[in-house]
Nanobody
Framework: QVQLVESGGGLVQPGGSLRLSCAAS????????MGWYSQAPGKQRELVAV???????NYADSVKGRFTISRDNAKNTVYLQMNSLKPEDTAVYYC??????????????WGQGTQVTVSS
């Protein structure tokens, strides 16, 4: 069983920065595809950024150039560095893990979410 625990959310002024962390336990973290999703009130959960087991990254257009996803396999942790934050970045941010199974399928795991509020 894989568990994901996020931390690092909070209140920040527009233009500020935050770093989210997601610590994974259980299984072999280095094999997981990891990602961050956001969900604003009344909206669907959206992809923010993903990083493969090999380190390839991909971002939503709205965060390109501002957010950076990274991973530290020695610490079983994935990060989301968020710079130049805007009020529209306000949302609950969820960590996601895509865990490969022995039969070739994958299983999804989600963290509990961490609130990010960008406001003056």
């Amino acid at each position: 069983q894989v568990q994901l625990v996020e931390s690092g959310g909070g209140l920040v002024q527009p233009g500020g920065s935050l770093r989210l962390s997601c610590a994974a336990s259980g299984g072999i973290f280095s094999r997981y595809g990891m990602g961050w999703y956001s969900q604003a009130p009344g909206k669907q959960r959206e992809l923010v950024a993903v990083i493969t087991s090999g380190g390839t990254t991909n971002y939503a257009d709205s965060v390109k150039g501002r957010f950076t996803i990274s991973r530290d396999n020695a610490k079983n942790t994935v990060y989301l560095q968020m710079n130049s934050l805007k009020p529209e970045d306000t949302a609950v941010y969820y960590c996601h893990g895509n865990v490969p199974l022995v039969d070739g399928r994958t299983r999804s795991y989600w963290g509990q979410g961490t609130q990010v509020t960008v406001s003056s």
